[in-house]
């Protein structure tokens, strides 16, 4: 699939939910994508090694390759949006860790989305800030061994949380905070714009850091084109800023997912 100059990848945790998840690779490659990512598929850190291995499988099955993978973020579908910030679950990250790798090490993924988690309001706030930093800066030393990057995303307000990594420059200065090269961020168009950040504004603001780019609208979270965000604006923005990364469709789509993918056409148009 192409977008504007760019390589997209589909992100099959909020693509192709027509059919089990299992089966969304092949979807994807059937779609015309050749890359993939995904969010961590299993309910714990560590499901086993020949659970790795089949994801690693169904990967190479469909003949794309897997470009990000979320680390481990706590019960999700519960309403978690990370653990990294929780001292008493470093042990479950660490093993999260030795897991990815395993996939890293079979499909050449190199980009690891690690959620910062939300603040627990009866623990001190520095404690927690502390155990953030920690966790990303093992999580960097991890993925040096794939020569990897983790990347730090801001969440939209009032849908995850106490989450307080909102903007670009909460995710920067973190990473600044961790100090590690290893760290980028991550720029999902549709939780900044729903902060009411200028997206158009970030790749410049971000001075080389932008490790990924996820694309869905705002608000609604659908397909570009489904919602107000200047599409146009944004990937000149990319451009000028050298951005030469994937991009990946993570979004929910608002039709059947193959027919919402007119905005990623071979002629590569942008949507209005």
Known sequence: MRWSDYEVSANVSLLFTEVPYEHRFRAAADAGFTTVESWWPFAEPHPGDDRLDELAG???????????????????????????????????????????LRVARATGCRGFNLLFGQLDAGVDG??????????????????????GTVL??????????????????DALRLAAEVGSERLALLLDTFHLASNGVDVAAVPDEAAGRVGHVQLADAPGRGEP?????GWEAFAGALR?????GTVAAEYKPTCDTTSSLAWGAPDGRVPS
């Open 240 to 244: 000028g800023a050298g951005y030469a």
């Open 126 to 147: 520095t404690v927690q800030r502390a155990a953030a930093v920690g966790a990303y800066r093992r999580a960097a030393d991890a993925v040096a061994d794939v020569d």
């Open 225 to 229: 084109g489904s919602g107000a965000v």
């Open 58 to 100: 169904l990967v190479d099955d469909a003949g794309v390759r897997l470009t990000g993978l979320n680390f481990f973020a706590g019960d999700m579908p519960a309403g978690e949006r990370g653990v990294a910030c929780r001292p008493e679950r470093a042990g479950e990250l660490d093993a999260n860790a030795e897991a990815l």
């Open 152 to 169: 730090v995303e801001p969440l939209a307000v009032g849908l995850n949380g106490s989450y307080p990594l909102t903007t670009h420059h």
